[in-house]
Every structure is written in structure tokens, then in C-alpha cells.
């Protein structure tokens, strides 16, 4: 099985010229020095599992386990030569690893940062597992993950902790904390993994360097989140779901458009440096490893009969924002008067994804279907003087995509659809209608919103303009930090959303900020008494 693979390819790749790498000593030979036969079992003057682990993409039969080894995780190369190294895994039912269930070995390759991804087969479903990674004389950390249910199970309840936008010179990650010590069937993370840009307010802590466009800066960037302690226990306490916005990359960025304009290939070489960090450091299957510019992140997910999750991308297929402005810096801005928005081609998730989700939605006989996206779906313009003015980057900014989307579900006669969203540093408790805020279109849909684990919001004024003009939002708070507590079971969706005011202290304890439900085939959240 599995293992047996491993050991397969491993020894393949050992025989080829990664053998004669692999057989020099890890720190002690350099070329014209006699090399000395130790690297299968190199000793480490530093420890190398400083950025933690991680596992991912729970399905009935598999998961995806993660590390990577940078004893000096700032450093080019993360501290370490560039060679190959063999690392073993061991996956387990107990934490004391006396029962294991598989293992294995794999090969930490300079080329992908010395990290590893991997995808453990032929696992039992629904059922908690122990991991750690061993090389040398060093043993990593103990992570623990899960399977998910089989694909027909009856289960009963889902629980995951909803999370977005942790720029980390803004705050601490209190959330991750509390994230960590909790039972949960997963954390679902959708977007805004790093910043990589600064703001010159509420700083709190620093970035490693200035914003990054090559690879080794990415890496460095991503190595300078995954120091942080809460984050990475977060990690090892829950198999996580992800997927991205823009500040992996670039703010604002659209498919192969950098919000600086310029040569398209310019900018999908910095695109294609974000996307290898980006995978180099969480766990997402191997298989998914990018090419070049491109890399699949969209996928599909089921909790046994009860839900069943689209992750969705919403940046490398995106159409451009509509009615840039005339000058160096293009992106988002806020728009009242625009009349390209609102053209029939323009796409958020691109053609083959929309019909993608579209046919997958539309078949599904899962009680819950979740969307994971990156940011707020429900309109959340403003009325003034001039007329409704909307954020560009928005899903205001894509009304036609929008109403595909919505349309879709109310002619497929969907009633449990949950939209799951974040980017706008908010918590968000919406109704999704065919007409925005119409009281005479029908809800088609439910939205929850996560507020952002430290990046700042909008300032109050500005929250209560977006309330004020937009009914559909049940609930709207940007003031404070925290992550949302999804509780799914068969008649009922219930959304906890954990807050705290004090990001920026260490310590800080969340509160519970409001709750909202769904009933089963009945669109819209209600607040929940
Ligand atoms: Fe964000």
C-alpha cells in the first residue's frame, strides 16, 4: 500500500542523482572534500521543526500531512544546504505513537524548500489520528488530525471554526489560541494566509522584510507566520481547509492583472513565486503542487449525508475591476456611477469554475452545501447623494457573477445553501435575495461572514453607513477581531461569532459577539434567542 509506494519511489529517486547528493554529509562536505556517508540520519545544531506541523484536506480515506524543515527559518534556504533530506512519517491512534497505524519516508527536497506534503491513503473515515515527522536525531512536534466521514454516513453534527485575514503585524492571534483548544472537525481558512504589505497603523509586532516578489522572500514571509506559537497550534490541533484572496499574492491583484498595471508576465512570475510559498507551507495534497502561475485550489469536500463544501477561488480566474482608475495604482476603489461593472462576461471564479460549482451544486443531496469563499457575497454598498457607491473589488463589483450564482440556486430550487465569506473584517449575518435588499424578492440564500483574526476594519462610522443602507445584513460589526464557530446538524446551522476588541494584547479572551441560526429548508439566518 501507501508505504510500500513510498519506499518505492523513494529508493528511485535515491538511485538517481539525488543518491550521490544524499550520500554527502548534511553540513560537513563541500565540493573537493571527501563526502562522508551520514545524511540518512543527519544531527541538527538546530532544531528543525520550528515552523510547526500541519495536516489537510480531510477526506473519508485520506489526509494530507505537512512540515517543513528550516532550522534557521529566516535564512536563505531556511538554514539548511541544499540537499535532500529523508524524512519519516508515522501517523498513529494514540498520541504516545505505541499503536501506529502507517508510515512512511519521504524526501525533503531543497527545490520545495525542504518541505513535505504528505497524502496518507487507505485511513479508516471519521476517525482522530496522531502524526509527527522524524530526521535525523530530531522528532517534530505531535499533530492530530482527522478523517472525514464516509461519504454516506448519517452524521449528525459538524463543527469548524471559520477564519480569515490574520495580517501579522496588526495583532496577536488570541483566536488561533482559542481555535486551538477547541473540538472541531476542521478549520476552514479563506484568504489572507499573509499580508504582504505593511500599514504603517496599529502595529504591534513586524514583518522580516519588505514586500516580497521572488520566492525566498515569500518563503521568509510565510516562515515569519508560522513562528508565531498560536498559529502554529492551531495547525497542529485541526486539519485544516483552505483557500486564498489576494494578500498571498498582491492586494487587489485579478487573474494575471497586478492592481500596478504593467506586463501581465511580469506579474504572474510574482504570482507564480506566491503560489510555491504559499503550498511550501500548508497542507494541501501534493498533487496540487504548481505550475509555474498556476495552481488548482477550488475543491470539494463532504461531511458524510449531512454537508458537503465547495472551496472556492475568487483571484487567479478573476476579471479585472471594472472602471480603473487613470493612473499608476488600479484595484479597488469606490465607485458610484460605472456602467462596465455590470457586464454579462465578467467573472469572480472564471467560466469552467462557475459551471464547475453550478453542476455540483445543483446535484447534490446533501442536506447543507457550503461555499467558502474569500470575501462578503450580500451587498454592502452605500446610497448617497450621487447615487449607490460600491467597493470595485467586491462582489459589488460583480453584479452579473453575482446574480448567476444566486439565480442558479433559486431555479435549482435550493433552500440550504450557506455562504461562508471573509476579507471584509467583519463579522456579517446576511440574507442573500435575488435583489439586494428587496423585501419582495425572495431569500434565496443564507451568509456568514467572518470578522478577521487580526487585520483591522473599517472604522465605525463607516460599518453603520453599510447598515444603514443594507437590511439584508442582520448583523454587521467591524470593531472587533475573531473568527466564526460554524455548528452544523441535521434541522439546524447555528454561527457563533467569537470576538475580541483587544487583538493587539497577547492574553486577550474572546467573547461571544452574537449567534445566528438556520433552520433546514428555510433560507435565511434568524438571530438565534
Ligand atoms: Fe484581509
Not at 483557500?243 to 504593467?262: C, I, K, L, P, Q
Not at 477550488?298 to 475568487?314: K, M, Q, V
Amino acid at each position: 500500500m501507501k508505504k510500500t509506494f513510498e519506499r518505492r519511489a523513494l529508493l528511485a529517486h535515491l538511485s538517481r542523482s539525488a543518491a550521490a547528493l544524499a550520500l554527502c554529509s548534511l553540513f560537513g562536505s563541500s565540493p573537493g572534500q571527501r563526502p562522508v556517508p551520514t545524511p540518512l540520519a543527519p544531527r541538527f545544531d538546530n532544531y528543525p521543526f520550528t515552523l510547526g506541523v500541519a495536516s489537510g484536506m480531510p477526506r473519508p480515506a485520506s489526509v494530507v500531512l505537512w512540515t517543513r524543515l528550516a532550522p534557521r527559518p529566516l535564512d536563505q534556504g531556511g538554514g539548511l544546504p541544499p540537499r535532500p533530506l529523508v524524512v519519516r512519517w508515522e501517523l498513529a491512534d494514540d498520541e504516545n505513537f505505541g499503536r501506529l497505524v502507517t508510515s512512511g519516508e519521504q524526501l525533503a527536497l531543497p527545490e520545495h524548500g525542504h518541505s513535505v506534503h504528505v497524502q496518507v491513503e487507505g485511513l479508516e473515515s471519521g476517525r482522530m489520528f496522531f502524526y509527527r515527522f522524524l530526521c535525523g536525531d530530531a522528532v517534530s512536534p505531535i499533530g492530530r488530525t482527522r478523517t472525514a466521514p464516509a461519504e454516506d454516513a448519517p452524521v449528525q453534527r459538524l463543527r469548524f471554526a471559520l477564519a480569515s485575514c490574520q495580517h501579522y503585524e496588526q495583532g496577536h492571534y488570541a483566536a488561533h489560541r482559542e481555535i486551538a483548544s477547541r473540538d472541531l472537525d476542521f478549520v476552514l481558512f479563506v484568504g489572507d494566509y499573509i499580508y504582504e504589505s505593511s500599514h504603517p497603523s496599529f502595529m504591534v509586532r513586524r514583518h522580516e522584510g519588505p514586500p516580497p516578489t521572488r520566492l525566498e522572500a515569500f518563503r521568509r514571509r510565510h516562515a515569519t507566520y508560522k513562528l508565531d506559537h498560536d498559529l502554529r497550534a492551531a495547525h497542529a490541533a485541526h486539519p485544516w481547509i483552505l483557500t486564498w484572496d489576494d494578500h498571498e499574492v498582491e492586494n487587489d491583484y485579478a487573474g494575471e492583472h497586478s492592481r500596478f498595471g504593467g506586463d501581465p508576465q511580469h506579474f504572474l512570475r510574482r504570482r507564480a513565486a506566491a503560489y510555491k510559498a504559499y503550498f511550501e507551507h500548508l497542507p494541501i495534497a501534493p498533487e496540487r503542487a504548481p505550475v509555474g502561475p498556476a495552481m488548482r485550489i477550488h475543491d470539494r469536500y463532504s461531511w458524510g449525508r449531512l454537508a458537503e463544501l465547495w472551496t472556492l477561488d475568487g483571484r487567479q480566474y478573476r476579471s479585472p475591476q471594472a472602471c480603473p482608475e487613470d493612473g499608476p495604482v488600479r484595484g479597488g476603489r469606490v465607485l458610484t456611477d460605472c456602467a462596465a461593472m455590470a457586464e454579462v462576461g465578467r467573472s469572480v471564479f472564471g467560466t469552467e469554475q462557475e459551471q464547475w460549482l453550478e453542476s455540483g451544486l445543483h446535484t447534490s443531496t446533501r442536506t447543507w452545501k457550503l461555499l467558502a469563499q474569500a470575501s462578503q457575497l450580500s451587498s454592502w454598498g452605500v446610497d448617497t447623494p450621487l447615487g449607490r457607491s460600491v467597493y470595485s473589488d467586491a462582489w459589488d463589483g460583480y453584479p452579473a457573477a453575482r446574480e448567476r450564482l444566486l439565480r442558479g440556486m433559486a431555479d435549482a430550487g435550493l433552500r440550504d445553501v450557506i455562504a461562508l465569506g471573509g476579507d471584509v473584517h467583519r463579522h456579517v449575518a446576511a440574507q442573500l435575495r435575488l435583489a439586494s435588499n428587496d423585501p419582495a424578492s425572495p431569500i434565496v440564500a443564507s451568509e456568514f461572514v467572518t470578522s478577521s483574526i487580526t487585520s483591522r476594519g473599517l472604522p465605525g462610522v463607516a460599518t453603520a453607513l453599510i447598515r444603514a443602507a443594507n437590511p439584508d445584513l442582520l448583523h454587521a460589526r467591524g470593531d472587533e477581531r475573531g473568527y466564526a464557530m460554524i455548528d452544523l446538524r441535521p434541522q439546524q446551522a447555528r454561527c457563533e461569532f467569537r470576538a475580541t476588541a483587544f487583538p493587539v494584547a497577547e492574553q486577550a479572551r474572546l467573547h461571544t459577539q452574537a449567534a445566528f441560526v438556520v433552520e433546514s429548508g428555510r433560507a435565511g439566518v434568524q438571530r438565534d434567542v
